[in-house]
């Protein structure tokens, strides 16, 4: 139940089930160790899972993510914005490099292959 108080919650609905399905819901969420909320939730996620990142919502995080990192989780913040790039089916990638000023930064280029 940790992961719902850690959850920006904003939308609710009403929802009628059929006869059985609240007891079948709340077996699978013992089963799985968490709330019936939680289980209608993740099942829902797997069916509508969310859209993949606009290019200006990953330069956004990739901003966010590298003010203030040591140079030396470049590589790792590097990775997981290449992955969120290809997810998203964006042609580009960022490679860490150092400036001519000897600081590091993060090179945005065509996806090679």
Do not use: C
């Amino acid at each position: 139940m940790a992961e719902e108080s850690s959850r920006a919650w904003k939308d609710q609905y009403m929802l009628r089930l059929p006869d059985g399905m609240r007891d079948r819901i709340k077996a699978a969420a013992e089963a799985n160790n968490r709330s019936m909320n939680a289980e209608i939730v993740a099942t829902l996620e797997k069916e509508y899972p969310a859209p993949p990142m606009s290019l200006n919502d990953i330069i956004i995080t990739l901003l966010e993510r590298l003010r203030g990192a040591p140079a030396s989780e470049h590589q790792s913040i590097a990775d997981a914005v290449n992955a969120q790039l290809k997810e998203a089916n964006l042609p580009y990638e960022v490679h860490p490099e150092v400036g001519h000023d000897g600081r590091p930064v993060l090179q945005f280029a065509p996806r090679q292959g």
